[in-house]
């Protein structure tokens, strides 16, 4: 290897980061000029920056489709991603107290059954769970996205959670044992709060994960009135002319704009989430 | 709260058997049975009505012609027989299926490693650039991006015109054949950030003195990746191997809203995913899309297992004892 000096190396080093950041985000920086371009100009221009800003896609996006306004859609997206985000803490972080600090029989085999569930194409189960809320009634309402959360299917947080609270001394909760908590208490005073790490990162990624999710709500959602922005976003397709270019852009910048200011406010958080969820275990 | 508590054990007189179990040792006593339990309920209930009880459904429905409408009709292999002799769209997905993992996942683990190396430096700026490489793996299963990316690769588009720069001209990528498939692939790859942060973390634990050492002893760059880094990562490497080809093989958005729906050009996005959600919920084939799913989950078990057997040849623990 030639040895070049230290600050040439650097300076090469930043290029090379830089093009790549540049390749990695130029698709959401052309969806954001995109969105403010004049139509004809969306696909016919190869250039970045509209010959004049122009804001229709927002005002004719925004009407939606099939009389329903896209502000609704954000509306059940957040409701959907809201309520999903609440029943997956509560209910992973239950199991996992139990998996990481309590003995009971059975543990090991269930754990591992967990374990397993982490691999299981969701396909394998989806046609059944149809069925049974197709029978229950609860086709076309927001239950069948919600309740599965509130039953802790997602594996991938319970080992999360778990791999976390295993982390914390022991001593703590055998003290407050010994000082009189019940389980109960000790669990929610004590292993709860300094869980929080573990607790933010399974919202943070639910929240996304919910938000993105497209293939469950186009399944159990059938009416325009019940769609999420994934939803929403597909009807612009399906009409996929090129006047509905700017609004069809226009929706998908907004789209994007929960994730990114997610992202943005806990970028630090998310990004050790992945490697620690990663790599214990 | 208090009440709760499990009681102290009774001093009654007990039973000369009784004693005897009393007198395991205290490991064995599992004193917090009941508070375990009633920590468990949610998971517990869900695991059975919602994971074991449908995997069982699922499983006698695939032998089965089943519309939701009229009660399942058992015919036996019959679904299993049909994919493989007498549907050709269904091998055409496979076939998708299998390119797209077989490429897409190396693809994105090669990107990922090298550019955590390339991070892996004690330079400033650091944590921005981890982020904005990370940024793609939050977005990319949307909607949203699947449809910006389809604009991308579109006729005209910045890539056509872009190569076209290049002097190499190509056709629509998502509406010829050829293509179209390679610009899914290249969303995946696109979200190289998640196991770009892995291998990072893994990057760090490496000793450094491992490669000053090798590199006293004269050893260059490449054979210190060959023999320190790739050796000391194995273990990260596995990990993200079975994560990703899991995930790949369940890919659907993007085969969806690229494709426009219905599989692509001349089904060259017919993913298997997608036409597992056709049969079943389109044309309302149930057993049939059951079938279809339990050949997806036995073909990812088979992967996985041979992901696993293979891992004691190539992954290599610091510690034998910390084997999982």
Same mark, same amino acid.
């Given at each position: 290897?030639?040895?070049?000096?230290?600050?040439?190396?650097?300076?090469?080093?930043?290029?090379?980061?830089?093009?790549?950041?540049?390749?990695?985000?130029?698709?959401?920086?052309?969806?954001?000029?995109?969105?403010?371009?004049?139509?004809?100009?969306?696909?016919?221009?190869?250039?970045?920056?509209?010959?004049?800003?122009?804001?229709?896609?927002?005002?004719?996006?925004?009407?939606?489709?099939?009389?329903?306004?896209?502000?609704?859609?954000?509306?059940?997206?957040?409701?959907?991603?809201?309520?999903?985000?609440?029943?997956?803490?509560?209910?992973?972080?239950?199991?996992?107290?139990?998996?990481?600090?309590?003995?009971?029989?059975?543990?090991?085999?269930?754990?591992?059954?967990?374990?397993?569930?982490?691999?299981?194409?969701?396909?394998?189960?989806?046609?059944?769970?149809?069925?049974?809320?197709?029978?229950?009634?609860?086709?076309?309402?927001?239950?069948?996205?919600?309740?599965?959360?509130?039953?802790?299917?997602?594996?991938?947080?319970?080992?999360?959670?778990?791999?976390?609270?295993?982390?914390?001394?022991?001593?703590?909760?055998?003290?407050?044992?010994?000082?009189?908590?019940?389980?109960?208490?000790?669990?929610?005073?004590?292993?709860?709060?300094?869980?929080?790490?573990?607790?933010?990162?399974?919202?943070?990624?639910?929240?996304?994960?919910?938000?993105?999710?497209?293939?469950?709500?186009?399944?159990?959602?059938?009416?325009?009135?019940?769609?999420?922005?994934?939803?929403?976003?597909?009807?612009?397709?399906?009409?996929?002319?090129?006047?509905?270019?700017?609004?069809?852009?226009?929706?998908?910048?907004?789209?994007?704009?929960?994730?990114?200011?997610?992202?943005?406010?806990?970028?630090?958080?998310?990004?050790?989430?992945?490697?620690?969820?990663?790599?214990?275990? | 709260?208090?009440?709760?508590?499990?009681?102290?054990?009774?001093?009654?007189?007990?039973?000369?058997?009784?004693?005897?179990?009393?007198?395991?040792?205290?490991?064995?006593?599992?004193?917090?049975?009941?508070?375990?339990?009633?920590?468990?309920?949610?998971?517990?209930?869900?695991?059975?009505?919602?994971?074991?009880?449908?995997?069982?459904?699922?499983?006698?429905?695939?032998?089965?012609?089943?519309?939701?409408?009229?009660?399942?009709?058992?015919?036996?292999?019959?679904?299993?027989?049909?994919?493989?002799?007498?549907?050709?769209?269904?091998?055409?997905?496979?076939?998708?299926?299998?390119?797209?993992?077989?490429?897409?996942?190396?693809?994105?683990?090669?990107?990922?490693?090298?550019?955590?190396?390339?991070?892996?430096?004690?330079?400033?700026?650091?944590?921005?650039?981890?982020?904005?490489?990370?940024?793609?793996?939050?977005?990319?299963?949307?909607?949203?991006?699947?449809?910006?990316?389809?604009?991308?690769?579109?006729?005209?588009?910045?890539?056509?015109?872009?190569?076209?720069?290049?002097?190499?001209?190509?056709?629509?990528?998502?509406?010829?054949?050829?293509? =179209?498939?390679?610009?899914? /692939? *290249? +969303?995946? &790859?696109?979200?190289?950030?998640?196991?770009? %942060?892995?291998?990072? $973390?893994? #990057?760090?634990?490496?000793?450094?003195?491992?490669?000053?050492?090798?590199?006293?002893?004269?050893?260059?760059?490449?054979?210190?990746?060959?023999?320190?880094?790739?050796?000391?990562?194995?273990?990260?490497?596995?990990?993200?191997?079975?994560?990703?080809?899991?995930?790949?093989?369940?890919?659907?958005?993007?085969?969806?809203?690229?494709?426009?729906?219905?599989?692509?050009?001349?089904?060259?996005?017919?993913?298997?995913?997608?036409?597992?959600?056709?049969?079943?919920?389109?044309?309302?084939?149930?057993?049939?899309? =059951?079938?279809?799913?339990? /050949? *997806? +989950?036995? &073909?990812?078990?088979?992967?996985?297992?041979? %992901?696993?057997?293979? $891992?004691? #040849?190539?992954v290599f623990y610091d510690d034998a004892e910390d084997r999982k």
């Open positions: 290897m030639t040895v070049l000096p230290r600050t040439a190396r650097s300076f090469g080093w930043h290029v090379l980061c830089l093009v790549i950041v540049a390749v990695v985000l130029y698709p959401l920086v052309w969806l954001a000029f995109a969105s403010v371009k004049p139509p004809d100009e969306i696909l016919s221009r190869l250039a970045l920056l509209p010959s004049r800003f122009v804001f229709d896609g927002y005002t004719k996006g925004w009407e939606g489709a099939a009389d329903v306004g896209f502000g609704r859609f954000f509306l059940n997206s957040f409701l959907v991603a809201g309520l999903s985000v609440a029943a997956n803490v509560l209910s992973c972080s239950l199991a996992a107290f139990a998996f990481a600090r309590l003995k009971f029989r059975f543990r090991g085999a269930l754990f591992a059954f967990m374990i397993t569930t982490l691999m299981l194409p969701y396909h394998v189960t989806l046609i059944p769970q149809y069925v049974i809320f197709q029978q229950a009634g609860l086709v076309n309402t927001f239950v069948p996205l919600i309740l599965p959360k509130l039953l802790a299917t997602e594996a991938f947080f319970v080992f999360l959670i778990v791999q976390f609270m295993r982390g914390i001394p022991r001593e703590l909760d055998e003290a407050a044992i010994i000082d009189g908590c019940s389980v109960y208490r000790t669990f929610w005073h004590v292993v709860l709060p300094l869980s929080k790490p573990a607790l933010v990162t399974t919202s943070i990624f639910t929240f996304i994960w919910t938000w993105n999710d497209f293939f469950t709500q186009m399944v159990y959602l059938n009416d325009t009135e019940k769609f999420t922005v994934p939803l929403g976003l597909r009807l612009f397709v399906d009409t996929s002319s090129e006047s509905n270019f700017g609004a069809m852009f226009a929706m998908s910048a907004l789209a994007l704009v929960p994730i990114v200011l997610f992202f943005l406010a806990f970028q630090r958080l998310l990004v050790e989430g992945v490697s620690t969820s990663g790599l214990k275990g | 709260m208090t009440t709760l508590r499990t009681p102290d054990p009774p001093v009654a007189p007990v039973s000369a058997a009784r004693v005897r179990r009393r007198d395991r040792p205290a490991g064995r006593r599992r004193k917090s049975q009941p508070e375990a339990f009633a920590f468990l309920t949610p998971w517990l209930l869900g695991a059975v009505a919602l994971t074991v009880g449908p995997m069982v459904v699922s499983l006698y429905l695939s032998f089965t012609d089943y519309d939701m409408f009229t009660s399942p009709k058992w015919i036996g292999f019959g679904n299993f027989a049909h994919m493989f002799t007498g549907d050709d769209r269904y091998l055409q997905s496979v076939q998708v299926t299998l390119i797209y993992v077989l490429v897409s996942v190396p693809l994105k683990l090669t990107v990922s490693l090298l550019v955590a190396m390339l991070l892996n430096t004690r330079r400033g700026a650091n944590g921005f650039y981890r982020a904005a490489f990370y940024a793609p793996s939050l977005l990319g299963a949307s909607v949203a991006a699947a449809l910006v990316w389809r604009a991308l690769f579109m006729g005209g588009g910045p890539v056509n015109e872009v190569l076209a720069f290049f002097g190499w001209h190509t056709p629509s990528w998502v509406d010829d054949p050829q293509f =179209s498939l390679a610009s899914i /692939v *290249l +969303l995946g &790859v696109w979200q190289f950030g998640a196991p770009m %942060v892995i291998f990072l $973390a893994g #990057l760090k634990q490496i000793p450094a003195e491992l490669h000053e050492a090798a590199a006293i002893d004269g050893a260059g760059a490449f054979r210190r990746f060959r023999h320190i880094t790739l050796p000391m990562l194995s273990p990260v490497i596995f990990f993200n191997l079975v994560m990703e080809a899991i995930h790949a093989f369940q890919a659907f958005t993007p085969a969806f809203v690229i494709g426009g729906g219905r599989g692509g050009p001349a089904d060259a996005d017919l993913f298997y995913t997608l036409y597992l959600f056709e049969v079943g919920f389109q044309d309302f084939r149930m057993g049939y899309a =059951s079938a279809m799913a339990w /050949v *997806l +989950l036995v &073909v990812i078990a088979i992967v996985t297992a041979i %992901v696993f057997r293979t $891992a004691k #040849l190539w």
